[in-house]
T-cell receptor, first 114, second 111 residues
Framework: AQSVTQPDIHITVSEGASLELRCNYSYGATPYLFWYVQSPGQGLQLLLK??????LVQGIKGFEAEFKRSQSSFNLRKPSVHWSDAAEYFC????????????FGTGTSLTVIP | DVKVTQSSRYLVKRTGEKVFLECVQD?????MFWYRQDPGLGLRLIYF???????EKGDIPEGYSVSREKKERFSLILESASTNQTSMYLC??????????FGQGTRLTVV
């Protein structure tokens, strides 16, 4: 069965520090992978996506993610965090099987301290 | 840009009421979804629809139903609202089977 795991429920970083949010997935074929961000009281906004090709993908707001097939991972990174990055982050796997479903991780809440 | 509009940002309903949450999209996407979001549980799929008048149960359909009479509109119905349905509800559409676009969410409180 398809699943997405975000092992870190909550992360706190200092402004200007680097960030890595972890995501592992379980899927029977080559997955379509996504990271979404949700600011308080808002819907989800797409940060970046991986369909195929270069395993390092660039997204909006200075984020990047790397697909590692051998580790079934798609970790999100940012070299220098800004206070406005404080939000909830969701990793997702897109499936092209029946119903074209999306599978989400449980999310990682990011706090940024001055 | 794709626009997914949920009719209400905040709703307060009483236990036992029938509640309708509306979602409208403007990009002619076939697939539409309803999720609920709760702290520590992430997004859980309630129902989805891949065509007009078609619907499929997600992971937590109990206590909910849906309606898709027109391609652009997907409604979530709480037949008899209960306090355990207090949650954030998110509607989404799917582009070409792989990229999801979300509405702003409806925060429902059942008292």
């Amino acid at each position: 069965a398809q699943s997405v795991t975000q092992p870190d429920i909550h992360i706190t970083v200092s402004e200007g520090a680097s960030l890595e949010l972890r995501c592992n997935y379980s899927y029977g074929a080559t997955p379509y992978l996504f990271w979404y961000v949700q600011s308080p009281g808002q819907g989800l906004q797409l940060l970046l996506k991986y369909f195929s090709g270069d395993t390092l993908v660039q997204g909006i707001k200075g984020f990047e993610a790397e697909f590692k097939r051998s580790q079934s991972s798609f970790n999100l990174r940012k070299p220098s965090v800004h206070w406005s990055d404080a939000a909830e982050y969701f990793c997702a796997v897109g499936a092209t099987l029946h119903g074209n479903q999306f599978y989400f991780g449980t999310g990682t809440s990011l706090t940024v301290i001055p | 840009d794709v626009k997914v509009t949920q009719s209400s940002r905040y709703l307060v309903k009483r236990t036992g009421e029938k509640v309708f949450l509306e979602c409208v999209q403007d990009m002619d996407h076939e697939n539409m979804f309803w999720y609920r979001q709760d702290p520590g549980l992430g997004l859980r799929l309630i129902y989805f629809s891949y065509d007009v008048k078609m619907k499929e149960k997600g992971d937590i359909p109990e206590g909910y139903s849906v309606s898709r009479e027109k391609k652009e509109r997907f409604s979530l119905i709480l037949e008899s609202a209960s306090t355990n349905q207090t949650s954030m509800y998110l509607c989404a559409t799917l582009k070409q089977g792989v990229e999801a676009f979300f509405g702003q969410g409806t925060r429902l409180t059942v008292v």
